[in-house]
Nanobody, 130 residues
Framework: QVQLVESGGGLVQPGGSLRLSCTAS????????IGWFRQAPGKAREGLAC????????DYADSVKGRFTISKDETTNTVFLQMNSLTPEDTAIYYC???????????????????????WGQGTQVTVSS
């Protein structure tokens, strides 16, 4: 069973930064690409970034390109999402997800609804407000 645990959310002022973490088992990271998604109140869940299970290849949605960076630390089995220049429009629950890379890329790059993503974490709240 795939288990994903997000952390690092919180309240930040506009223009600030946060780093989210997604911790999984080593076998999960070896077999799955990892993606970050978010869902704001009243809006659909959107893909933000994803990273390959075997390389450092990453993809980003246009809405966060240049502001968000996805990375992974294989020594701690953690995938990070560094978020900079945050605005109130970034307020949402942020989720990490695990699946084959093409499924994640479909949501992140093409903006397709992530209906078929296999595994999700419980989410962490990010609030950007002064």
């Amino acid at each position: 069973q795939v288990q994903l645990v997000e952390s690092g959310g919180g309240l930040v002022q506009p223009g600030g930064s946060l780093r989210l973490s997604c911790t999984a088992s080593r076998s999960t990271l070896d077999k799955n690409a990892i993606g970050w998604f978010r869902q704001a109140p009243g809006k659909a869940r959107e893909g933000l970034a994803c990273i390959s299970s075997t390389t450092a290849h990453s993809d980003y949605a246009d809405s966060v390109k240049g502001r968000f960076t996805i990375s992974k630390d294989e020594t701690t089995n953690t995938v990070f999402l560094q978020m900079n220049s945050l605005t109130p429009e970034d307020t949402a629950i942020y989720y990490c997800a695990a699946d084959l890379l093409p499924f994640l890329q479909a949501a992140v790059i093409a903006g397709l609804p992530p209906r078929d993503i296999a595994s999700w974490g419980q989410g962490t709240q990010v609030t950007v407000s002064s």
